[in-house]
């Protein structure tokens, strides 16, 4: 069955640092890999997602991740990250059943000034 | 274009009784799908709908319930409330079941039961 690990449960950074969020997926196929931002209170948006094709996948805000077969891993990136960007990161698995998904634990990020 | 809504934003109930949630799903959007996030934890599939028929379910118990409509709204029930029932709950829905169905998330209902 597919499952996410998001290792990192808070992450702080200074504004305008560089950002790096973990996930890594348990499934034996290529797996449909998305990234979700919760702000508090809010539902889930949709950052990016990752069917097949070019491994870099752009999304929105200014993020990026990158799917590696080989370490099991969907890492979201920022180069420069803004306060605005504070809030609750969630890892995704699609595709063993339909657009099903499953999540991972989530990773806070708090935005230092 | 219209998102996913959802309604009440806030309910309060006690053990015992049953609650019903609502979502609107997108326009052009015939699956609707319902997750339970509780407190410090990813959401977790209770069940989808597609074109009002279920369509999957996660590992829930049958006190947990659905309905969807002929405009693709849907419906949540929850009976005989538990405490670990507490969470929110988010509806997200997408134009189809296919895996590259990508899924769109309402705001959630926030459940609290006393």
């Known amino acids: 069955a597919q499952s996410v690990t998001q290792p990192d449960i808070h992450i702080t950074v200074s504004e305008g640092a560089s950002l790096e969020l973990r996930c890594n997926y348990s499934?034996?196929?290529?797996?449909?890999l998305f990234w979700y931002v919760q702000s508090p209170g809010q539902g889930l948006q949709l950052l990016l997602k990752?069917?097949?094709?070019?491994?870099l996948v752009q999304g929105i805000k200014g993020f990026e991740a990158e799917f590696k077969r080989s370490q099991s891993s969907f890492n979201l990136r920022k180069p420069s990250v803004h306060w605005s960007d504070a809030a609750e990161y969630f890892c995704?698995?699609?595709?063993?059943?339909?657009?099903?998904?499953?999540f991972g634990a989530g990773t806070i990020l708090r935005v230092k000034s | 274009e219209t998102g996913v809504t959802q309604s009440p934003t806030h309910l309060i109930k006690t053990r015992g009784q049953q609650v019903t949630l609502r979502c609107s799903s997108q326009?052009?959007?015939?699956?609707v799908s319902w997750y339970q996030q509780a407190l410090g934890q990813g959401p977790q599939f209770i069940f989808q709908?597609?074109?009002?028929?279920?369509?999957g379910r996660g590992n829930f118990p049958p006190r947990f319930s659905g309905l969807q409509f002929p405009n693709y709204s849907s419906e949540l029930n929850v009976n005989a409330l538990e405490l670990d029932d507490s969470a929110l709950y988010l509806c997200?829905?997408?134009?189809?079941?296919?895996?590259?169905?990508?899924?769109?998330f309402g705001p959630g209902t926030r459940l609290t039961v006393l």
């Open positions: 499934y034996g196929a290529t797996p449909y």
């Open positions: 709908y597609y074109r009002e028929e279920e369509n």
């Open positions: 995704a698995v699609g595709r063993e059943y339909g657009n099903k998904l499953v």
């Open positions: 990752y069917f097949s094709g070019d491994t």
């Open positions: 997200a829905s997408s134009p189809g079941q296919g895996s590259t169905d990508t899924q769109y």
């Open positions: 326009s052009g959007h015939n699956t």
